[in-house]
């Protein structure tokens, strides 16, 4: 028999300090759940219910078919690459050279924290205006940024130039921007473009501008992406995503296109952080490009489900906020319930069936303003059962 001194010994827990110790279960996931959970409508999470054009699926399976499935460039596959600075220059009149200022990447998310790794240093600064998506920070804390915070406020979240501009200093590496706006549904006009253009002019600072949802702005109003601005697209990274426009999130597929300096070291940490993207889905995307109608068309039709939820939510107790682009919709509740946002969108979920999100959510500390988020891209049947649900309240 062994001594005891010769038994195996229960090693010592392992522990290391956490990269980002702030950091649980997002919100969406958390509502997602309840909602499954439930049985109700979800309205919460950002992405359709229905499916996607056919051609597009029958354009991945071609590229398939005709041998594409090996590692594309780095930088991306160069058709698509050409693609997107074809539509980039015929809807916003910058010509971005495909080899060596446009990067497709593995969706938003993974080009916004690529952005942040490459030109943010530790003890740089970082505007964020919020409410924001929920990556931006996480993306900052790992490139060792400091986060500085410009916040909108419910109902009408006006940008505060004057706030913005006293934001930047000495230390200021990157201003973060996103239009149109996630949750708010704020779409930046010319004049915040001129406005934002006069604020950095002279500086150093660096532009994210987050435009995911550009081709969902309405009422016949021009996205202004920052791309149409000639002083502020020399300093910008400018990312977008193919999975908002037609209908795919699950592919995650996105870019970012930029000058060609700051493309080059974009491209140094993205070949480390994914190094290319799926061939197939981006010699798809290419040819689904040729035609310029899917995207053309975006803006009619979500602006037709917007305004249905819209009438309908006219007919209940909430209180409509503008929704001037995105496929969110925001309401304030509080002729309804004074419960914080967290409590009140799990209580939706529960006893009424629609679950929503708090914007609070997109905030980096406690910001209660009695407002919640709808996704409206959702077929025209789930928007009228969380309509008939909602209309008990």
């Not at 010592?12 to 110790?21: A, D, G, K, T, V």
């Not at 993205?270 to 040729?290: C, E, K, R, S, W």
Request: proline share 8%; hydrophobic share 40%.
């Amino acid at each position: 028999m062994k001594a005891s001194h010769d038994l195996p010994q229960t090693p010592p827990e392992l522990s290391f300090p956490s990269r980002l110790p702030n950091v649980g279960t997002t919100i969406f996931t958390v509502m997602s759940a309840l909602a499954m959970q439930k049985g109700a409508v979800n309205l919460g999470q950002g992405f359709p219910d229905f499916d996607c054009d056919k051609r597009i699926v029958d354009a991945v399976a071609d590229a398939m078919r005709e041998g594409h499935n090996q590692y594309p460039p780095m930088t991306g596959a160069a058709p698509l690459r050409q693609a997107i600075a074809r539509k980039i220059d015929a809807i916003y009149g910058r010509a971005y050279d495909p080899d060596r200022e446009i990067t497709v990447t593995a969706g938003a998310t993974q080009a916004l924290l690529t952005v942040a790794l490459c030109c943010v240093h530790p003890g740089d600064e970082v505007i964020v205006i919020e409410p924001t998506y929920d990556s931006y920070l996480p993306a900052i804390e790992m490139a060792g940024g400091t986060p500085v915070f410009v916040p909108l406020e419910a109902p009408d979240y006006t940008l505060p130039f004057d706030k913005i501009a006293a934001a930047i200093t000495p230390k200021t590496r990157l201003l973060m921007i996103n239009t149109p706006h996630n949750p708010t549904g704020r779409v930046w006009r010319a004049g915040d473009m001129q406005k934002l253009a006069e604020i950095v002019r002279g500086t150093n600072v660096l532009i994210l501008s987050d435009e995911v949802y550009e081709h969902m702005v309405y009422d016949d109003a021009p996205h202004e992406s920052v791309s149409r601005y000639p002083e502020l697209a020399q300093r910008s990274f400018v990312v977008s995503s193919f999975s908002k426009t037609f209908h795919v999130t699950g592919w995650k597929i996105g870019y970012v296109a930029a000058p060609t300096a700051l493309t080059a070291e974009f491209r140094k940490v993205h070949q480390f952080n994914v190094f290319t993207v799926n061939t197939p889905m981006q010699i798809g995307l290419a040819h689904y490009l040729d035609d310029p109608q899917p995207y053309l068309e975006l803006p009619a039709f979500y602006q037709k489900k917007r305004d249905f939820f819209r009438a309908g939510l006219a007919n209940t107790r909430f209180s409509l906020l503008p929704c001037d682009g995105t496929y969110f919709q925001c309401v304030d509740y509080s002729k309804i319930s004074d419960l914080p946002e967290a409590e009140f969108s799990k209580w939706l979920t529960t006893e009424i069936g629609v679950a929503a999100i708090p914007v609070s959510a997109f905030y980096h500390e406690s910001h209660e303003s009695g407002v919640v988020r709808f996704c409206f891209a959702k077929k025209e049947e789930t928007l009228a059962l969380a309509l008939e649900r909602l209309a008990r309240l």
